[in-house]
């Protein structure tokens, strides 16, 4: 019969479409994580708007590559200085309630921005300043916004899923976002992106208000700020996985992320485009990384995801070494899709990963270190690579930050089998998808046959 399969007496149905769709939007069956990603959808359609509009609006009021990449500086460098702070907080205070805070002063500032622009006042100084000020914000928003989505979880297996379709979320607003600002800059400039995106702010903020979390106590004791930053700084650092997790993600953040400083440059002086070259360019990475987003949705276990995170890695870096030599628009569109799905597998991995071994009491100041990870160290690399940039042009800056990619690719894989040995305890003791502990043993144990063991795992 057309749809099955027979082994041994047992008929195997293959899965249908309309499964397949269940599986990938999975973590939307619960109402919390639901209104969640219902607010952030629109939101952050208007934030990729602003980042795409803010970097052409520094280029064309000052023709500098170096000031695209302190204007990227500025926007960053809090989360390398505050993160690690939120992250304490975090563990301490009503996480809903700091989002909430966040989300409001995020849509202050882009209101502000926007008048500076329609107005014709705004100078570099004032988008440094704000710059700077969203990037406060983010510092606080991102590692609480990551330990939250525990929380809007009823389920732990949906975990996964959640963060992949987070990851969708932000990455369709990706695709969506440059496209739209590209069209707006051309046809009536940059003040409309960031008002439009200073009203996205209202539907998340409403989400957030009418989510019911169940208040559970802190288990993180009320000591000192230091303290606490001390005792997660030990146990990230402590533990294998975590730190090498963390260490990938900072070397891709310093060398590879600063891409995104340098494409106005790309669009403009090698592609001899516009702003819409540059927002098919972004639009192009975004696509990329909504289909990484949308696989590692469709995977029903994380089985795997410790072999894809250096893969993911040597992609970004190869696709990066491709893109900065290409001058013709179609190949660098396509090259733009792979560096996207690369960037984002590698991200989403990684903080699938790092969510499910993290113990509770110290989730929060875990992923404040992912943040400064991700985001802390990027504003360094923005501001090298537009230094360097200015020194010996876009194409070989980028080309370099590929083949640093591509090298920690090779060392993270050199530690996998000593990662995986040590994440196999931790999968066993929760006893979720156990399926997951037997690969992990068979990738990492010798070889042993049902013959000579009663554990049924090694059949």
């Avoid at 390398?80 to 702070?85: M, Y």
């Avoid at 809007?152 to 600002?181: F, Q």
């Avoid at 930053?229 to 891709?252: M, W």
Wanted: aromatic letters at 8%; charged letters at 10%; hydrophobic letters at 50%.
């Amino acid at each position: 019969m057309q749809g099955t399969t027979t082994v041994s007496g047992t008929i195997n149905h293959r899965p249908k479409p309309v499964q397949r769709l269940k599986t990938v939007f999975r973590a939307l069956r619960h109402r919390n994580y639901r209104l969640f990603f219902t607010g952030q959808s629109i939101s952050l359609v208007g934030t990729w708007m602003q980042r795409v509009a803010l970097g052409w609006l520094v280029y064309r009021l000052t023709d500098s590559v170096f000031l695209l990449g302190l204007v990227g500086f500025a926007g960053q460098i809090p989360a390398f200085l505050f993160a690690p702070i939120a992250g304490v907080l975090a563990d301490r205070w009503n996480k809903q309630h700091i989002i909430i805070l966040t989300q409001v002063a995020a849509m202050i500032q882009a209101f502000i921005l926007s008048l500076l622009v329609l107005t014709d006042l705004v100078h570099i100084w004032h988008i440094i300043v704000l710059s700077f000020f969203l990037g406060l914000i983010n510092a606080f928003d991102m590692p609480v916004r990551q330990s939250f989505v525990v929380e809007m979880i009823d389920d732990k297996k949906d975990l996964g899923n959640a963060i992949a379709l987070n990851s969708s979320m932000v990455n369709s607003a990706r695709l969506l976002g440059p496209s739209i600002a590209g069209i707006l800059i051309a046809l009536i400039g940059e003040g409309p992106c960031f008002l439009l995106n200073a009203i996205s702010y209202l539907p998340v903020i409403a989400s957030l208000l009418l989510m019911r979390i169940a208040r559970k106590s802190s288990k993180s004791p009320a000591s000192k700020i230091w303290k606490g930053l001390k005792d997660g700084f030990t146990y990230a650092s402590g533990f294998e996985p975590i730190r090498t997790i963390l260490l990938l993600i900072g070397l891709v953040s310093l060398m590879g992320m600063p891409y995104i400083v340098l494409m106005p440059v790309f669009a403009r002086d090698i592609l001899l485009g516009g702003p819409h070259t540059l927002g098919f360019l972004m639009g192009s990475a975004g696509l990329g990384a909504l289909a990484g987003a949308i696989y590692l949705a469709s995977k029903n276990t994380v089985l795997g995801l410790g072999r894809m995170i250096p893969l993911a890695a040597a992609l970004l870096g190869i696709s990066l070494i491709a893109f900065s030599f290409s001058s013709m628009m179609w190949i660098s569109l396509v090259l733009m899709l792979t560096t996207g799905f690369g960037q984002m597998v590698q991200m989403a991995s990684s903080n699938t990963i790092l969510q499910t071994i993290v113990d509770d009491d110290k989730r929060g100041r875990v992923m404040s270190f992912y943040t400064l990870s991700f985001m802390g160290i990027t504003p360094l690399g923005s501001l090298a690579a537009g230094y360097l940039a200015s020194i010996i042009g876009a194409p070989w800056t980028l080309a370099l930050g590929g083949l640093a990619c591509i090298f920690g690719a090779a060392l993270f894989t050199k530690r996998l089998p000593a990662i995986r040995q040590k994440i196999r305890p931790i999968y066993v003791n929760m006893g979720i998808l156990p399926e997951i502990a037997r690969g992990i043993q068979r990738a990492t144990e010798p070889t042993v046959t049902a013959k000579n063991t009663g554990d049924p795992s090694s059949r």
